[in-house]
């Protein structure tokens, strides 16, 4: 009896420990230290790559900016409407994603077009209407060619035009986590069952981290 | 007259082997042709289609509608080749994504993808010759 009860707390101790040393998440790309002076101490801190400012189109013809995903986290992805490839998984993956965070406002999606031609905002809504996503959690952004891949070099995805791609452009599938601050901190393969419940379980630990 | 009884049956017995022996070598082939057809379909159909058939949303048609995959059987080769640029009704839904061609399937492999299409997600087409499709492919476009 008495090594039985044993048991039983050594147990339930291990499985407390556990739990109480919380994951984090790493904070990814490029960083620097920065030394300044603050009253008259030096001190050196770590700054971070971060996301710069943007303004795109969305699929209301609405303007979406870094501010309008400044209260919370987002997963953004780059595709095009009319991908023969890999975009239909990811949309459909980014739709898991979309039902477990349904209507939490500190969560949002951000798909930029790639396709700058063809995807105007009106292209953009059928694709979302035919998709199913409603209401302004998920947004599709259209912008220019300049623009949208300039900003995809921050993600540190990789899109280019290519006559020889199906479709027509060579992309990355990856969809990349950012935290409230504009930092990357996560990045997973959107074609990836595996990664993308990953990708959730994550997000629950970033959701945390701004508590 | 004892000929005769002895004649009959074994005459039907060899129709019987015949018979056997023929459909035996159908289905061989139409295995054959349905697990060429599955690792087709992962390259070039899952994307959109899924894993299951099960399409996604309003955007790519499930390839799970029995009545539709079976009434359109003697176009489904020209729209896997050329692709599909009018709106097509189902699963009592609307769809209008244009379905891009696919121009470097041959025709054995088309029949490959529909033998597996044509008997999976609640299909049941049967095999689906290279014949058939090879047929099939000239009538494009026309009343078929």
């Known amino acids: ?211 | 007259m004892s000929n005769y009884f002895v004649y009959v049956p074994f005459f039907f017995l060899l129709i019987l082997i015949f018979a056997n022996a023929c459909q035996g070598e159908n289905e061989i082939k139409k295995a054959q042709f349905f697990t060429n057809g599955k690792s087709l379909y992962t390259v070039n159909c899952e994307n959109c289609h899924g894993v299951k058939g099960e399409g996604l949303g309003n955007l790519y048609p499930p390839l799970s509608d029995t009545a539709s995959i079976q009434s359109n059987r003697t176009r489904l080769s020209c729209m896997i080749k050329y692709g599909i640029h009018e709106e097509l009704i189902i699963d009592n839904r609307k769809f209008d994504t244009e379905m891009p061609a696919n121009l470097s399937l041959t025709e054995q492999e088309i029949a490959y993808i529909l033998t597996y299409v044509g008997n999976s997600f609640g299909n049941e087409l049967g095999l689906v010759s290279t014949e058939e499709v090879s047929s099939t492919l000239k009538r494009c476009g026309q009343d078929q």
């Open chain 1, 1 to 211: 009896m008495s090594s039985y009860n044993l048991a039983l707390i050594g147990c339930l101790l291990f499985f407390s420990c556990g739990q109480t040393s919380k994951k984090t998440l790493p904070i990814l790309g490029e960083r620097e230290a920065v030394t300044k002076e603050v009253n008259g101490k030096t001190i050196t801190d770590t700054v971070y790559q971060t996301i710069p400012a943007f303004s795109f189109i969305n699929q209301d013809s609405v303007i979406i900016t870094e501010k309008d995903f400044d209260n919370g986290i987002y997963v953004t992805d780059f595709f095009f409407t009319s991908c023969p490839s890999i975009c239909p998984v990811m949309s459909k993956n980014l739709l898991k994603v979309l039902a477990k965070f349904k209507d939490n406002n500190q969560v949002k999606i951000l798909s930029h077009s790639i396709d700058t031609k063809y995807d105007t905002p009106w292209v953009l809504k059928r694709y979302a209407d035919k998709l199913g996503v409603t209401g302004d959690q998920w947004q599709f952004v259209h912008g220019s060619e300049k623009d949208i891949y300039g900003i995809a070099d921050k993600y540190m995805v990789y899109a280019k035009e290519n006559a020889d791609a199906p479709g027509g452009f060579e992309h990355q599938g990856w969809l990349i986590l950012v935290d409230g601050k504009k930092r990357i901190r996560g990045a997973y393969d959107g074609t990836d069952n595996d990664q993308v419940a990953q990708l959730m379980e994550d997000m629950d630990i970033l959701l945390g981290e701004n508590e």
